[in-house]
């Protein structure tokens, strides 16, 4: 049966070592993404991510991490089938870095599409963060889940 993957990218106009390590340190990740993690994301571990703000945990094994370049982790399948995603990282021009996330993969059926385009989503909203936190200082996530109740 074949298969579809994931595929995302964004520039974002800062230097890759700062990109990088937003991503692989979890006091930066916490400023835009995650509320708590085990531990940085290192070759070899295994790593808990929390999202407080939506009540959920997403566990990690890290594959490969290759400093200012590459990413690799598997998920930790909540239906038995998991994914590889690979975050890359590429210098563009003088103090910008071009991200670019592949996850992969899923199954050509009615549920591994709806799985893979729920992730794009994830994944462009991840880079949405990255971006204005690392460019602005801005955590996007703040009130992610808080009800409005004055209009």
Known sequence: MDRIEVNVRERIVKPVDDVFDA??????????????????????????????????????????????????????PTDGEGTTTTIGFAPDGEGATVVTINEASFAMDPDGVQRAMGQTGGWTYFLACLKAYVTHGINLRVGLNKRITEI
């Open 23 to 76: 991503v692989v340190e979890p006091k930066r990740m916490s400023n835009y993404f995650i509320s708590n993690a085990s531990g940085p994301m290192t070759s070899g571990t295994r790593v808990d991510w929390e999202f407080a703000d939506v009540g959920a945990k997403v566990t990690v094994d890290v594959v490969e991490v290759e400093q200012n370049r590459k990413i690799v982790f598997k998920s930790d």
